[in-house]
């Protein structure tokens, strides 16, 4: 089994940053892809960014192009997801995921995830 646990959120102002982290415990990740989506009340979740666990190769939806970026470190098989830039649009509950699957466009979609987090809170103020 796969246990994620998500921290970091919390409260921002517009144009502040903030870092969240995602670790990880249980099966080994090589071959895995590790992502970030978000979801606001009423939405479906969308995808933020993603890492190739092994590769490193990124990825990121066109809003946090530019101003997220998408980190890990394997002796702490954590990912990190810096956000700079911070818009009140961005306000939304934070997750990470664990995808089983091969890296490309399907990893993307959240039902292409296998594994999830509780989720962290990222409220930004204008």
């Known amino acids: 089994q796969v246990q994620l646990v998500e921290s970091g959120g919390g409260l921002a102002q517009a144009g502040d940053s903030l870092r969240l982290s995602c670790a990880a415990s249980?099966?080994?990740?090589?071959?895995?892809?590790r992502g970030w989506f978000r979801q606001t009340p009423g939405k479906e979740r969308e995808f933020v960014a993603a890492i190739n666990w092994s590769g490193g190769s990124t990825a990121y939806s066109d809003s946090a192009e530019g101003r997220f970026t998408i980190s890990r470190d394997h002796a702490k098989n954590t990912v990190y997801l810096q956000m700079n830039s911070l818009k009140p649009e961005d306000t939304a509950v934070y997750y990470c995921?664990?995808?089983?699957?091969?890296?490309?466009?399907?990893?993307?979609?959240?039902?292409?995830?296998?594994?999830w987090g509780q989720g962290t809170q990222v409220t930004v103020s204008s």
């Open positions: 249980g099966r080994a990740f090589s071959l895995y892809v």
């Open positions: 995921a664990v995808s089983q699957r091969s890296w490309g466009p399907q990893m993307e979609r959240p039902d292409e995830n296998d594994y």
